[in-house]
């Protein structure tokens, strides 16, 4: 009987694999792209202009953009601008710039003066002799007068600040007696306020004051008759302070009060 025949048996030797790396390479690159797109944005921020870079960190200190706003770009910064006493400054230097760069308002540069004072920026329209925003002797704004209120409206409606506007004149006595330097500083003023409001774009709201001086506070004291003295002045106020920031305030100052009479109190006692 012949021997049974054995199995074959094939050994086949597999060639040594490499251990499972997961997904650890996706982590890598993708801190890799995030580091490469870090330093271009901050190469970007390095070449933005200072508003650009303003603005951005405007957003990462208030993301949800419940705060103020701050600082303006005339020619399309948008509604609802705030500009706070740090940025007065800058809103003097595009207002200027924005009547440097026009041909119609060349002439008026030496015309507009502005100043950054204790109120806001003060933008003063000063006549010359024949009357350059105003008829002579009238309320009444001339072409060149109505076309740069509305000018200054367009931008100026654009924030959120309190607007102010002062009508003045020089000592020369008014040639009606009924109709003194005192009504016409007045209708001045108001004639502006008409103007910018109901055509320029201020909001109904935003003027907060409409007064009228005469002679009083001249602009050259020692020319009481000097042309410059008779002027439009429209002042960019501060921003109101915010009714929570009121009621703070007031509680300081009655604190305040109250220690000052303490003190004048414990002086009498001494005395």
Do not use: C
């Amino acid at each position: 009987m012949p021997a049974p025949q054995q199995p074959i048996i094939i050994v086949r030797k597999k060639g040594k694999q490499h251990g499972h790396h997961g997904g650890a390479w996706k982590v890598a690159y993708a801190d890799f792209v995030t580091a490469m797109m870090a330093l271009f944005i901050v190469l970007w921020l390095m070449h933005a202009t200072p508003d650009v870079q303003k603005a951005i960190g405007g957003y990462f200190q208030d993301p949800r953009g419940s705060g103020k706003k701050t600082g303006t770009d005339l020619g399309g910064s948008g509604e609802g601008v705030t500009v706070t006493r740090k940025d007065m400054n800058q809103l003097k230097e595009k207002l200027q710039d924005a009547i440097r760069r026009s041909p119609e308002f060349q002439k008026l540069k030496e015309n507009v003066q502005m100043t950054v004072t204790g109120e806001g920026l003060r933008i003063e329209l000063l006549e010359n002799e024949k009357g350059m925003f105003f008829e002579s002797g009238e309320p009444t704004p001339t072409p060149t007068g109505r076309d740069l209120l509305l000018q200054l409206a367009s931008e100026l409606g654009k924030m959120r600040n309190p607007i102010m506007l002062e009508g003045h004149t020089d000592s020369k006595p008014y040639g009606k007696a009924e109709y003194t330097n005192w009504e016409l500083s007045a209708d001045r003023a108001n004639a502006a306020r008409r103007i910018m409001q109901n055509v320029g774009g201020l909001r109904p709201d935003q003027v907060t004051q409409v007064r009228g001086f005469a002679d009083q506070r001249l602009r050259v004291p020692a020319q009481p008759q000097d042309a410059s003295n008779r002027r439009v002045s429209i002042i960019v106020g501060y921003p109101q302070p915010l009714p929570d920031d009121s009621a703070d305030s007031g509680e300081e100052s009655q604190a305040a009060a109250s220690s000052g009479r303490t003190g004048e109190t414990a002086k009498l006692a001494k005395h």
